[in-house]
């Protein structure tokens, strides 16, 4: 190869086609994966394969998009999703997720990582999909047949480090990283520093060319708290205003923020309401206050909400962050955040369970199994029906029994120090203060712990997982029919709560069409009496929970667990 100039070497043939297996040697020595290549088929260590992007058929259906405001996202990993563990075996599902009332499928990063098996955040050769779920055009297939059948398809994208094995990006380009700042990964990637312009180049080329040549309606930028740059404008700013100017142009593409720092200014809205930056964040906050309220569990992070409970769901939902610049306790009195009420409902995606918050826990328990039907209902009425766009996780809508664990499948060494590591991550726990209750959390690297988190489908058409898939397409349904026209132009800024004692809330939206949602909730399981009857009696009751309460909720008592949306005003 020859020099070209700032680092770059290149070298012009007519032999590698389509299908052709190619390395680089490094100073004539070891052999190493095209860093941007595009299919490993002998996963990260072997050779790259010449891939012709033109080559997959898409088709002529004209795919236009969706808006984000109805969206309602379904994330999944593509190993557990299914038995076969591939891209096309979830085309064989997508027909489930319409059924159910989902609009934007999320996929768990993708990017080729060592071994069979990984949550996809240990990626280390960002521009390849995982062999083991196929090939690169069996994924443009997946977002092709989801878009055909109306779903946009949203992927996991993780720019704060590369994962622990197969990267050889410091044997050759150690401009990528800097001990500038650290990350808990080690070295953090050189977004600021000298020669740091290549490095922003090959991550927001990443982006582009996952929006672009898969067709993906958005991506899901993971931890980028972790993203360290003190540069301006930032990587997080150059990436979003590229994706604006590039495909951002011509369709709709959705970026969402995965931010423990709750940055409000990378959510800010042109007049129009459009993003300027990113469309939305994953509002941690949001489900670690219901966790808390529903379960009741104080370790960790949950501590911060510990003290009132209700008061930061109720600013969650209307104002979007629950931390918008106060001290965060577990963060040593740091402040976290900054104000967001002035932001519209939907730049904020609620949830009750993802991957991190099942698959962080010892034994990956799914949140129905920590806590009673009645509260689990509850807390899920209140996610379906307001107005911040929902994300389910697989499984979550027939209360799967199949854990969600944490696996991967590393070389020798480098598994015996993350089971190890794994174990003593919880050692600060009660439950895991004994070494011998440590040694019976499962091992990472352990097939077995994989194939324990396979969806069971069959399941799905018992009784009892049936009726919890009642519930869901219920929920969603009501959805569609009354709650997503009317929040088109929703206006920022236009919602109020009330507190109702210590146990119970009361939150107001004005709608895009003038007229006004109201939620008022019990989330306890003592009945709550108020000083007077309930103002809505006159209010459009659009659902009860639980339905039996019947005519309880129009005085002055809420029965446990109960929550009541109401819509006042008919709207234009």
Request: aromatic share 12%; hydrophobic share 40%; net charge negative.
């Given at each position: 190869?020859?020099?070209?100039?700032?680092?770059?070497?290149?070298?012009?043939?007519?032999?590698?086609?389509?299908?052709?297996?190619?390395?680089?040697?490094?100073?004539?020595?070891?052999?190493?994966?095209?860093?941007?290549?595009?299919?490993?088929?002998?996963?990260?260590?072997?050779?790259?394969?010449?891939?012709?992007?033109?080559?997959?058929?898409?088709?002529?259906?004209?795919?236009?998009?969706?808006?984000?405001?109805?969206?309602?996202?379904?994330?999944?990993?593509?190993?557990?999703?299914?038995?076969?563990?591939?891209?096309?075996?979830?085309?064989?599902?997508?027909?489930?997720?319409?059924?159910l009332g989902v609009t934007a499928v999320q996929l768990m990063p993708v990017a080729d990582f060592p071994g069979r098996r990984n949550w996809g955040y240990d990626g280390a050769l960002l521009f390849?999909?995982?062999?083991?779920?196929?090939?690169?055009?069996?994924?443009?297939?997946?977002?092709?047949?989801?878009?055909?059948?109306?779903?946009?398809?949203?992927?996991?994208?993780?720019?704060?480090?590369?994962?622990?094995?197969?990267?050889?990006?410091?044997?050759?380009?150690?401009?990528?990283?800097?001990?500038?700042?650290?990350?808990?990964?080690?070295?953090?990637?050189?977004?600021?520093?000298?020669?740091?312009?290549?490095?922003?180049?090959?991550?927001?080329?990443?982006?582009?060319?996952?929006?672009?040549?898969?067709?993906?309606?958005?991506?899901?930028?993971?931890?980028?708290?972790?993203?360290?740059?003190?540069?301006?404008?930032?990587?997080?700013?150059?990436?979003?205003?590229?994706?604006?100017?590039?495909?951002?142009?011509?369709?709709?593409?959705?970026?969402?923020?995965?931010?423990?720092?709750?940055?409000?200014?990378?959510?800010?809205?042109?007049?129009?309401?459009?993003?300027?930056?990113?469309?939305?964040?994953?509002?941690?906050?949001?489900?670690?206050?219901a966790h808390l309220i529903v379960t009741g569990e104080r370790d960790g992070y949950y501590a911060d909400y510990a003290d009132r409970p209700i008061d930061y769901l109720a600013r969650c939902l209307?104002?979007?962050?629950?931390?918008?610049?106060?001290?965060?306790?577990?963060?040593?009195?740091?402040?976290?955040?900054?104000?967001?009420?002035?932001?519209?409902?939907?730049?904020?995606?609620?949830?009750?369970?993802?991957?991190?918050?099942?698959?962080?826990?010892?034994?990956?328990?799914?949140?129905?199994?920590?806590?009673?039907?009645?509260?689990?209902?509850?807390?899920?009425?209140?996610?379906?029906?307001?107005?911040?766009?929902?994300?389910?996780?697989?499984?979550?809508?027939?209360?799967?029994?199949?854990?969600?664990?944490?696996?991967?499948?590393?070389?020798?060494?480098?598994?015996?120090?993350?089971?190890?590591?794994?174990?003593?991550?919880?050692?600060?726990?009660?439950?895991?203060?004994?070494?011998?209750?440590?040694?019976?959390?499962?091992?990472?690297?352990?097939?077995?712990?994989?194939?324990?988190?396979?969806?069971?489908?069959?399941?799905?058409?018992?009784?009892?997982?049936?009726?919890?898939?009642?519930?869901?397409?219920?929920?969603?349904?009501?959805?569609?029919?009354?709650?997503?026209?009317?929040?088109?132009?929703i206006r920022a800024g236009a919602t109020d709560f009330v507190l109702l004692g210590d146990q119970g809330l009361s939150v107001g939206w004005e709608l895009g069409d003038g007229s006004r949602l109201?939620?008022?909730?019990?989330?306890?399981?003592?009945?709550?009496?108020?000083?007077?009857?309930?103002?809505?009696?006159?209010?459009?009751?659009?659902?009860?929970?639980?339905?039996?309460?019947?005519?309880?909720?129009?005085?002055?008592?809420?029965?446990?667990?109960?929550?009541?949306?109401?819509?006042?005003?008919?709207?234009?």
């Amino acid at each position: 190869m020859q020099a070209s100039g700032a680092g770059w070497f290149e070298c012009r043939t007519t032999e590698a086609h389509p299908g052709t297996l190619y390395s680089y040697r490094i100073d004539g020595g070891i052999e190493v994966p095209d860093p941007a290549s595009r299919f490993q088929p002998h996963d990260v260590h072997g050779p790259s394969e010449v891939i012709d992007p033109a080559a997959f058929d898409w088709g002529t259906h004209a795919w236009e998009g969706r808006p984000w405001y109805d969206a309602v996202c379904y994330e999944l990993h593509i190993g557990t999703f299914t038995r076969e563990g591939s891209f096309r075996a979830v085309i064989e599902r997508l027909d489930h997720l319409i059924a159910l009332g989902v609009t934007a499928v999320q996929l768990m990063p993708v990017a080729d990582f060592p071994g069979r098996r990984n949550w996809g955040y240990d990626g280390a050769l960002l521009f390849a999909p995982d062999s083991s779920y196929g090939r690169p055009d069996d994924l443009k297939r997946l977002v092709l047949e989801a878009h055909r059948r109306g779903l946009m398809v949203f992927l996991d994208v993780v720019y704060n480090h590369f994962g622990p094995e197969g990267n050889y990006l410091h044997l050759y380009a150690p401009q990528f990283f800097t001990e500038r700042h650290h990350t808990p990964w080690g070295a953090a990637i050189n977004f600021d520093g000298p020669e740091s312009l290549e490095v922003r180049a090959f991550f927001i080329q990443n982006a582009l060319y996952w929006l672009q040549e898969y067709h993906f309606d958005g991506l899901r930028l993971d931890a980028v708290h972790a993203i360290l740059d003190d540069s301006q404008p930032d990587f997080l700013t150059e990436l979003a205003e590229a994706v604006r100017a590039g495909p951002g142009r011509h369709r709709p593409i959705h970026l969402v923020l995965e931010n423990d720092g709750n940055t409000a200014s990378y959510l800010t809205r042109h007049n129009t309401g459009a993003p300027r930056r990113y469309t939305a964040q994953w509002n941690d906050d949001f489900h670690h206050v219901a966790h808390l309220i529903v379960t009741g569990e104080r370790d960790g992070y949950y501590a911060d909400y510990a003290d009132r409970p209700i008061d930061y769901l109720a600013r969650c939902l209307a104002e979007g962050f629950a931390y918008q610049g106060e001290p965060s306790t577990c963060r040593h009195g740091e402040p976290r955040g900054e104000p967001s009420a002035g932001l519209p409902p939907d730049a904020f995606v609620n949830w009750l369970q993802t991957h991190d918050q099942v698959g962080n826990r010892a034994f990956g328990e799914r949140l129905h199994t920590l806590t009673s039907p009645e509260a689990f209902k509850a807390m899920l009425a209140i996610l379906l029906l307001a107005p911040s766009p929902p994300l389910l996780f697989m499984g979550q809508e027939w209360a799967a029994q199949t854990p969600f664990l944490f696996f991967c499948d590393f070389g020798d060494e480098l598994a015996r120090s993350v089971a190890e590591g794994r174990r003593q991550e919880f050692a600060k726990f009660a439950a895991f203060a004994d070494p011998a209750a440590r040694q019976s959390i499962p091992d990472p690297n352990d097939p077995a712990t994989f194939s324990r988190c396979k969806l069971d489908w069959a399941s799905a058409r018992d009784a009892p997982h049936q009726e919890w898939l009642a519930v869901h397409r219920k929920l969603l349904e009501l959805r569609r029919r009354e709650i997503v026209p009317r929040i088109e132009r929703i206006r920022a800024g236009a919602t109020d709560f009330v507190l109702l004692g210590d146990q119970g809330l009361s939150v107001g939206w004005e709608l895009g069409d003038g007229s006004r949602l109201i939620l008022r909730a019990n989330l306890s399981n003592t009945e709550l009496r108020l000083p007077e009857p309930s103002p809505y009696a006159g209010a459009t009751l659009l659902h009860l929970e639980p339905s039996e309460a019947g005519t309880d909720l129009n005085d002055n008592r809420l029965p446990p667990w109960s929550v009541a949306w109401h819509l006042q005003g008919e709207g234009r």
